[in-house]
């Protein structure tokens, strides 16, 4: 059944997906940048992630603005077009990634355990985030989800240790030509990426 759903997401203008998701957005841009909600839009991807439908998993959906950076002060002094600063200005983390971020921000006592894509519109991209609660006794004592509760794994949204942040610093490469990457961007002179 998880099969079927994915492949409707696959390819939304051959079945109702489409439809619905018009509908949901005009509802979801109302709404605040960090939503609760009760279960997954998408279970066949949650479930992937690991999402399981018992205490201690909160999904929350996540509006991101898409585009660069908005919002650059021209400067006043002369410069070359191209050197003003202004324009094609990206951040080197993806919006994904952005999303897990706000959501750790508002649910602190929480941590991330990874997010996926839902739609997206002309101003604004929506992701749901699935957090776990680390000090939940069912959580604990489930021998699958457990290792998110070492101290290690505190904040690891902010080191960038999801699956959106490895995707960022691109650690998904490994072997030839990948020796550059780890163990992060900032090490051999920025040559990894």
């Known amino acids: 059944m998880y099969k079927h759903l994915g492949q409707e997401w696959e390819s939304p203008s051959k079945t109702n997906v489409k439809e619905e998701n018009f509908k949901r957005l005009i509802l ?9 909600i009760d279960k997954p839009t998408r279970v066949d991807r949650a479930r992937s992630l690991g999402y399981k439908a018992k205490q201690g998993f909160v999904m929350v959906r996540v509006k991101v603005r898409r585009g660069t950076f908005v919002g650059r002060i021209r ?9 003003m600063g202004v324009n094609k200005l990206t951040c080197m983390k993806s919006l994904r990634w952005i999303g897990e971020q706000r959501a750790q921000k508002r649910y602190p006592n929480l941590e991330v355990l990874g997010s996926y894509w839902v739609a997206q519109d002309g101003h604004h991209k929506f992701f749901e985030v699935i ?3 680390p000090v939940c006794p069912v959580i604990i004592n489930d021998p699958h989800i457990n290792w998110i509760c070492q101290t290690t794994m505190k904040g690891r949204v902010y080191r960038g240790l999801t699956g959106a942040g490895k ?3 691109d650690l998904r490469h490994r072997g030839i030509g990948a020796e550059k990457v780890r163990p992060s961007g900032n090490a051999h002179d920025h040559l990894g990426k």
């Open 167 to 169: 995707k960022a610093r």
């Open 131 to 133: 957090l776990v609660d």
């Open 75 to 83: 400067p006043w002094s002369g410069r070359q077009p191209t050197k």
């Open 28 to 36: 979801w841009r109302r709404q605040p940048t960090v939503v609760r």
